[in-house]
Nanobody
Framework: QVQLVESGGGLVQAGGSLRLSCAAF????????MAWYRQAPGKQRDLVAG???????NYADSVKGRFSISRDAVKNMVYLQMNNLKPEDTAIYYC?????????????WGQGTQVTVSS
């Protein structure tokens, strides 16, 4: 079974930067993609940024130009560099791993890390 551990969340002023890290542990057959999601109170969990094993990235429109996702395939880690943070970025950020199995996709989630951006 796969375990994801996030780190790097915290408090930051608007306009500041923060870097989130996610480490994947366990037996992983094949990683299709890794991604960051976020969930604000009373809101659904939405995709922030994703990256495939081939290096293809995609971002939510609200973070394009400000956030950057990257992977370290050797270490099985994914990072989210967040720049020019805004109060609306405040949320719990979750790491997600998309594992390919013979029967389809298996998804794993981290415990989440709180990001709070002050006005």
């Amino acid at each position: 079974q796969v375990q994801l551990v996030e780190s790097g969340g915290g408090l930051v002023q608007a306009g500041g930067s923060l870097r989130l890290s996610c480490a994947a542990f366990g037996s992983i057959f094949s990683i299709n993609a890794m991604a960051w999601y976020r969930q604000a109170p009373g809101k659904q969990r939405d995709l922030v940024a994703g990256i495939t094993t081939g290096g293809t990235t995609n971002y939510a429109d609200s973070v394009k130009g400000r956030f950057s996702i990257s992977r370290d395939a050797v270490k099985n880690m994914v990072y989210l560099q967040m720049n020019n943070l805004k109060p609306e970025d405040t949320a719990i950020y979750y790491c997600n791993l998309d594992e390919m199995r013979s029967w389809g996709h298996q998804y794993y989630w981290g415990q989440g890390t709180q990001v709070t951006v002050s006005s």
